[in-house]
């Protein structure tokens, strides 16, 4: 489908769509691998260790009076028995004195934060988990280091024979393609500075990132009530077979459908939580007193690929790249655009995304286009 002879066709058929995206919001408890490394359980002593330290943050906003704990890795993705050191973290981080010998695991659980989308104090209730080799110096632990984490540990289950190094080198490309990062998620802190969007990019898309995640917790905690946080702990288990396809393995290696609970009633995960509703979420972000201190309005080219690879890229499923007979990805209606997969390859022959103007009557509806770097 050309761009140049069918925009306005395109934009016609999304406004039909709209209300197809829509419908994927009723909801449902996680559920999912229990054995996945937010929920392991140690199995031996914490092995052999460096005296090498590390420091970090943890993220939802900062987390302040949480409990981390530092893990050595067995070759099979899980924790290496108890932790080889614990602490608190403070509105600094958290500092420990030691470091794994090979793969490393850190895990920060409990603590209270700044929520980003409305300023106010909330309550963690999610395990977060970082995965990395070595003493890599900082590590920072987010929502987006936990997917790395929990698709690293699917990604053995599911390739058996690989070994750790590769499945982390799988799991990290995933995600970075996922959210168009350049750097491993692990090392990356965020920032909320607008300037950093030219002096710091993988930072400042880490920082609308997060964002974008608090507005989701905020969207479904108003749909939904009970645990604001049940939403994400659903996506940490959803991406361990490395698609937001709202399934998660199970004990056999098959798949089932993620749970989610909405008002006391038990239902599933809606398929576009990861990424239909994230755009939703990061749109409405770009409007909250962080986002427009960080001028995410500003910041188009940048936030709208980081918008194209989350409903485009890897780990966004078939559902979502494309609607039957509509070869819709998603609409943004705050924003009045949609996004739209194009037959058309860049000049380094990447599949492409056209951003188009949903304005009836429009004079030029096909706003930009954006190239998704891997796919073909």
Not at 48 to 70: D, E, F, H, R
Not at 237 to 247: P, Y
Not at 278 to 305: C, P, Y
Request: net charge negative; with cysteine; aromatic share 6%.
């Amino acid at each position: 489908m050309p761009v140049s002879t069918s925009a306005m066709h395109v934009a016609h058929r999304l406004r039909l769509s709209a209300c197809a995206l829509a419908c994927s919001a009723l909801l449902a408890a996680c559920t999912g691998d229990a054995d996945s490394p937010v929920g392991a359980t140690p199995s031996s002593d914490g092995g052999p260790v460096s005296t090498t330290g590390i420091s970090g943050k943890a993220y939802l906003g900062p987390l302040i009076g949480a409990t981390a704990a530092l893990y050595n890795v067995k070759a099979d993705g899980s924790n290496d028995g108890d932790a080889i050191e614990t602490v608190s973290t403070t509105e600094a981080g958290f500092v420990f004195t030691k470091s794994p010998a090979d793969v490393g695991r850190i895990c920060v659980t409990g603590g209270t934060y700044i929520d980003e989308a409305t300023q106010s104090t909330q309550t963690n209730t999610l395990t977060m988990c970082a995965i990395f080799k070595g003493a890599p110096g900082k590590v920072f632990v987010t929502p987006v280091s936990t997917f790395v984490d929990q698709a690293t540990w699917g990604y053995i289950k599911a390739h058996p024979g690989t070994t750790l190094d590769a499945a982390m080198l799988a799991s990290n490309t995933l995600i970075k393609g996922t959210y168009n990062l350049s750097l491993d998620p692990f090392t990356i802190e965020p920032s909320f500075v607008a300037a950093d969007a030219t002096n710091a990019p993988d930072a400042y898309r880490m920082g609308v990132i997060l964002g974008g995640y608090s507005q989701l917790l905020l969207d479904y905690f108003q749909r939904c009530s009970g645990d604001r946080h049940a939403v994400l702990a659903a996506l940490f288990q959803d991406i361990i077979d490395s698609v937001f396809d709202a399934r998660v393995p199970d004990t056999t290696g098959a798949t089932t459908v993620a749970k989610l609970s909405c008002n006391g009633v038990a239902g599933n995960l809606p398929v576009g939580a990861g990424t239909a509703d994230l755009i939703t979420a990061l749109t409405e972000f770009a409007g909250t007193t962080v986002g427009t201190t960080m001028d995410v309005n500003g910041q188009r080219t940048l936030v709208d690929a980081v918008k194209a690879n989350v409903i485009g890229g890897p780990a966004a499923p078939s559902q979502i790249k494309t609607l039957p007979s509509q070869g819709l990805i998603a609409i943004d209606t705050r924003s009045n655009v949609g996004y739209v997969p194009i037959y058309t390859k860049d000049a380094s022959g990447n599949a492409q995304i056209a951003v188009v103007d949903l304005t009836v009557g429009a004079a030029n509806p096909v706003v930009k286009t954006i190239g998704l770097d891997g796919a073909t």
